[in-house]
């Protein structure tokens, strides 16, 4: 189990840096946080090529609510996807200075296992590039 809750990263983004990474791990909360980020804001993966599918092990039960992101690529599900990502909901989202909003990406080889039951609510966003990009 991992909790994030009242953390404020905006002290200034650092060039291709990620704000919060999740990485095949279950029963995660992200709460009420401030993220500034060069790169991605918060993203989630689930295990890098050989060594992700040696592991198999997603991403899964991720609750992100009440985040206020402040720059960076996207709230991004990717690029690591081997062990896939299930049971996801990302709601209550202020978000501005975004090259996305919703980043999916991945590439041939990256993930062989499902991405399901993602949820989106509440999400806003200014000045925001691409409110949705998927790249794969």
């Not at 189990?1 to 002290?11: A, R, V």
């Not at 990474?21 to 804001?41: K, L």
Request: proline share 4%.
């Amino acid at each position: 189990n991992i909790s994030l809750l009242n953390h404020d990263t905006s002290h200034g983004p650092s060039f291709n840096a990620d704000g919060v990474d999740i990485d095949s791990s279950r029963e995660v909360h992200i709460y009420n946080v401030t993220i500034a980020s060069g790169d991605d804001p918060i993203a989630l993966k689930s295990g890098i090529d050989d060594a992700g599918w040696l592991l198999r092990r997603p991403t899964e039960n991720v609750l992100i609510e009440n985040v206020t992101i402040l720059s960076g690529h996207g709230i991004t599900l990717g690029s690591e996807m081997s062990g896939g990502l299930r049971n996801i909901t990302i709601r209550n989202i202020d978000a501005r200075n975004l090259a996305s909003g919703v980043y999916l990406k991945s590439r041939r080889g990256r993930g062989d296992h499902p991405v399901e039951d993602i949820l989106y609510e509440n999400l806003t966003f200014r000045d925001v590039g691409l409110p949705v990009h998927i790249n794969m």
